[in-house]
Structure formats: structure tokens, C-alpha cells
């Protein structure tokens, strides 16, 4: 009696472990729609944001190179919105930015 017991626990816990792990593995195909809207409305707006954020960190340069921020802009003004525009596939808008990084004085 024991020993059918806990092989049911053991059985009940790896079954909740692989059943947790399956959401994580299936990805999902784009649909037309999702497409559509992507190639009409997200990559002309990532485009968008992508020139006029080089356009900003142009401008912000002095300021940023002495405060040492440089870096950090240039990563969220440009590489994250070209990234976003030139780097995922058609329809596709993943998690594709890094976890804001919390600042301490």
C-alpha cells in the first residue's frame, strides 16, 4: 500500500512537471492577419522609432557621454527598435527586450 502510494506521487509530480513544460515548447504560427498587420502598422512604426530615436541620441550625446548613460540610450533609443523592425520574422512579436535594469544609488 505504501509503495503504490508514493509511486503515485512521484507519477502525479513528473506528470505536473511535463504538462508545465509543454505551454513553453508549442509555438504558434502566425496567422495572415497577424502578418498583415505587422508588414502594414508594426514595421513602419519600428522603422519610425528607429530613425527618430538615431536622431535623439544624436542629440543627447553630450549629455549622455557625461553622465555615462551612453550606452544604456543608444541600447533603448536604436538597437531595441531595430531590432524590433529587422531582426524577428513576419507577424512574430516576441519578449524581445531585456528586463529594465533597476538603478541604485
Same mark, same amino acid.
Given at each position: 500500500?505504501?509503495?503504490?502510494?508514493?509511486?503515485?506521487?512521484?507519477?502525479?509530480?513528473?506528470?505536473?512537471?511535463?504538462?508545465?513544460?509543454?505551454?513553453?515548447? +508549442?509555438?504558434?504560427?502566425?496567422?495572415?492577419?497577424?502578418?498583415?498587420?505587422?508588414? +502594414?502598422?508594426a514595421r513602419p512604426v519600428g522603422?519610425?522609432?528607429?530613425?527618430?530615436?538615431?536622431?535623439?541620441?544624436?542629440?543627447?550625446t553630450p549629455f549622455t557621454l557625461?553622465?555615462?548613460?551612453?550606452?544604456?540610450?543608444?541600447?533603448?533609443?536604436?538597437?531595441?527598435?531595430?531590432?524590433?523592425?529587422?531582426?524577428?520574422?513576419?507577424?512574430?512579436?516576441?519578449?524581445?527586450?531585456?528586463?529594465? +535594469?533597476?538603478?541604485?544609488?
Open positions: 500500500m505504501f509503495n503504490s502510494m508514493k509511486l503515485l506521487r512521484h507519477m502525479s509530480i513528473l506528470l505536473l512537471f511535463c504538462s508545465l513544460s509543454l505551454p513553453m515548447q +508549442a509555438r504558434e504560427v502566425p496567422s495572415g492577419g497577424e502578418m498583415l498587420i505587422d508588414l +502594414a502598422i522603422f519610425a522609432g528607429t530613425v527618430l530615436g538615431t536622431g535623439a541620441l544624436l542629440i543627447s557625461l553622465s555615462g548613460t551612453w550606452t544604456q540610450s543608444m541600447r533603448r533609443l536604436v538597437l531595441y527598435p531595430a531590432k524590433f523592425t529587422f531582426t524577428r520574422g513576419l507577424g512574430e512579436f516576441p519578449g524581445y527586450m531585456e528586463e529594465y +535594469a533597476t538603478v541604485e544609488d
